[in-house]
């Protein structure tokens, strides 16, 4: 059974930064294709960013392009959400979810990811 459990949001002012990390269970960030979304209130959830362990291509939303980087830590079994210059229309739930192929063809479909965590809450105040 694959766990997710993340971590490292809170509340921060516009234009900070913040770090986000999702422990996974034994050796799913090497055998899943990774991905952060989120879901802001009234809002469908989106993707941010996704690591495709086939090579490690990245693919990132348009919108946190040059801000936010996805990176991942085999040993540790811990993807991460490294997060700057963050904005107040960012403040969402974030989540961490993993799945088999799915970070192909530029595309961040919820469908494609099989594996959810709970949810780590970020803040961004104007």
């Known amino acids: 059974q694959v766990q997710l459990v993340e971590s490292g949001g809170g509340s921060v002012p516009a234009g900070g930064s913040l770090r986000l990390s999702c422990a996974a269970s034994?050796?799913?960030?090497?055998?899943?294709?990774m991905a952060w979304f989120r879901k802001a209130p009234g809002k469908e959830r989106e993707g941010v960013a996704c690591?495709?362990?086939?090579?490690?291509?990245?693919v990132y939303a348009a919108s946190v392009k040059g801000r936010f980087t996805i990176s991942q830590d085999n040993d540790r079994n811990t993807l991460y959400l490294q997060m700057n210059s963050l904005k107040p229309e960012e403040t969402a739930m974030y989540y961490c979810?993993?799945?088999?192929?799915?970070?192909?063809?530029?595309?961040?479909?919820?469908?494609?990811?099989?594996?959810w965590g709970q949810g780590t809450q970020v803040t961004v105040s104007s």
């Open positions: 979810a993993a799945g088999a192929i799915a970070c192909i063809w530029s595309r961040m479909l919820e469908s494609d990811y099989n594996y």
């Open positions: 690591l495709n362990i086939e090579g490690g291509s990245t």
């Open positions: 034994v050796d799913t960030v090497s055998l899943y294709d």
